[in-house]
T-cell receptor, first 112, second 113 residues
C-alpha cells in the first residue's frame, strides 16, 4: 500500500473557481501534514501545514485534516492561472523518524 | 528571507565517475536532508543528518552515497560511482526540528551519461 496517495490529475478548474486537492495516507499514527507547490523544473515550496484535525486557513488556501479517515485536503479559493502547478502532499511518518514522505502530486491547471 | 542554496544547478557526468553535490542550509536550522526526484516521479527521501551524523536513511541511500558537513555551513552529498539510474534532480532541504517544515534548495539536476 502506498504511503501517501494523490490523484495525479490533471485537475482543471476555471479561473476564480475553487480547486480541491485530496490526499490519503496509510499510517494512522502520522502526525504532521504538508502541502507543497512545485512548478515544473523547480523545487517544492511549502504553502500549508496542518497538525490537528479540522481546518486551517491562510489567505486563499485552506488545509483540512481528518485523521480518522486518514485524509488531508487543500482548497484553493479564487484560483488564478499562477496557481497552475503540481501540488504535493507530504506526511511525516510517526515515531522518531525524521523523513517526510511525499505523494506523487496532483497537477492543477487553472484555465483563464 | 533566508534560503537553502545548492551548487551546481546542473551536473553532467560519465557513468562510474564520482560527483559531489553541495548545499548551504539555512543557518539556524538543525536538520539537513537530501531528497531526489527522477523526472516525472515523486520526491523521494534519501537521508537526514543531525548533530553531525546520519540520523535516518532510505533503502536508496546505499554504500555509493555519503554525506558530510565539512564545515559549519556546507552540507554535501557524494555519489562515488554514478550509474545511469542516478540521473535525477537532487534537492537539499533543512528544517528547524523533527516534523517541521522543510525548506528546499533549488536543486541540482544530475545527468549521468
Amino acid at each position: 500500500q502506498k504511503e501517501v496517495e494523490q490523484n495525479s490529475g490533471p485537475l482543471s478548474v476555471p479561473e476564480g473557481a475553487i480547486a480541491s486537492l485530496n490526499c490519503t495516507y496509510s499510517d494512522r499514527g502520522s502526525q504532521s501534514f504538508f502541502w507543497y507547490r512545485q512548478y515544473s523544473g523547480k523545487s517544492p515550496e511549502l504553502i500549508m501545514f496542518i497538525y490537528s484535525n479540522g481546518d486551517k486557513e491562510d489567505g486563499r488556501f485552506t488545509a483540512q485534516l481528518n485523521k480518522a479517515s486518514q485524509y488531508v485536503s487543500l482548497l484553493i479559493r479564487d484560483s488564478q492561472p499562477s496557481d497552475s502547478a503540481t501540488y504535493l502532499c507530504a506526511v511525516k511518518v510517526p515515531g522518531g523518524y525524521q523523513k517526510v514522505t511525499f505523494g506523487t502530486g496532483t497537477k492543477l491547471q487553472v484555465i483563464p | 528571507e533566508p534560503e537553502v542554496t545548492q551548487t551546481p544547478s546542473h551536473q553532467v557526468t560519465q557513468m562510474g565517475q564520482e560527483v559531489i553535490l553541495r548545499c548551504v542550509p539555512i543557518s539556524n536550522h538543525l536538520y539537513f536532508y537530501w531528497y531526489r526526484q527522477i523526472l516525472g516521479q515523486k520526491v523521494e527521501f534519501l537521508v537526514s543528518f543531525y548533530n553531525n551524523e546520519i540520523s535516518e536513511k532510505s533503502e536508496i541511500f546505499d554504500d555509493q552515497f555519503s554525506v558530510e558537513r565539512p564545515d559549519g555551513s556546507n552540507f554535501t552529498l557524494k555519489i562515488r560511482s554514478t550509474k545511469l539510474e542516478d540521473s535525477a534532480m537532487y534537492f537539499c532541504a533543512s528544517s528547524t526540528g523533527i516534523g517541521e517544515k522543510l525548506f528546499f534548495g533549488s536543486g541540482t539536476q544530475l545527468s549521468v551519461l
